[in-house]
T-cell receptor, first 111, second 109 residues
Framework: DTGVSQDPRHKITKRGQNVTFRCDPISEHNRLYWYRQTLGQGPEFLTY????????KSRLLSDRFSAERPKGSFSTLEIQRTEQGDSAMYLCASSFYEEQYFGPGTRLTVT | KNEVEQSPQNLTAQEGEFITINCSYS?????LHWLQQHPGGGIVSLFM???GKKKHGRLIATINIQEKHSSLHITASHPRDSAVYIC???????????FGTGTRLTIIP
């Protein structure tokens, strides 16, 4: 399968714990995006990489959130000291031009 | 007011009906995207357009740049078309997507 993959698909964690999600983009894609989607809403932009450079971060991304894309390949999104409001679907997408290809998402539940 | 507005929020129709979902946006864009999301979360890109009209199978997407409005049409709708349809726009420079809240479509056999 040469599409965008995300791991894990589901994560249940207790409030206050740290979690890390991984996204593997389509191999030739230089752009990688993270979005967050809460129930009944459209996705919201979190951050964006071009190769290894993080070019933009949303105001939604508090200092508890950090994202990396070492060597411009896979990316990780870490949430420290999780809160119940962090419960959402975290979506990764990659692109070479404008059309974005989405991964299956990681559903986070904070109890 | 959201930058991207969709209507209706929910739509239920009988199999075979012609479906129209509308999207209006208030910002300058480089492209408008129609996406499909099935239960479980996976999002698939249906169309990306910056002018005119595109057709793929039973799906047609149109955009009017002057009116900042786009429509997604489904002809001869089928229960497998049941999904959430999301309109999104991308801006010059970085192509991050700004999404509408989606239209939940249910096609009844």
């Amino acid at each position: 399968d040469t599409g965008v993959s995300q791991d894990p698909r589901h994560k249940i964690t207790k409030r206050g714990q740290n979690v890390t999600f991984r996204c593997d983009p389509i191999s030739e894609h230089n752009r990688l995006y993270w979005y967050r989607q809460t129930l009944g809403q459209g996705p919201e932009f979190l951050t964006y990489f071009q190769n290894e450079a993080q070019l933009e971060k949303s105001r939604l991304l508090s200092d508890r959130f950090s994202a990396e894309r070492p060597k411009g390949s896979f990316s990780t999104l870490e949430i420290q000291r999780t809160e119940q409001g962090d419960s959402a679907m975290y979506l990764c997408a990659s692109s070479f031009y404008e059309e974005q290809y989405f991964g299956p998402g990681t559903r986070l539940t904070v109890t | 007011k959201n930058e991207v507005e969709q209507s209706p929020q929910n739509l239920t129709a009988q199999e075979g009906e012609f479906i129209t979902i509308n999207c209006s946006y208030s910002v300058g864009i480089s492209a408008l995207h129609w996406l499909q999301q099935h239960p479980g979360g996976g999002i698939v890109s249906l169309f990306m357009l910056s002018s005119g009209k595109k057709k793929h199978g039973r799906l047609i997407a149109t955009i009017n740049i002057q009116e900042k409005h786009s429509s997604l049409h489904i002809t001869a709708s089928h229960p497998r078309d049941s999904a959430v349809y999301i309109c999104a726009v991308s801006n010059f420079g970085n192509e991050k997507l700004t999404f509408g809240t989606g239209t939940r479509l249910t096609i009844i056999p």
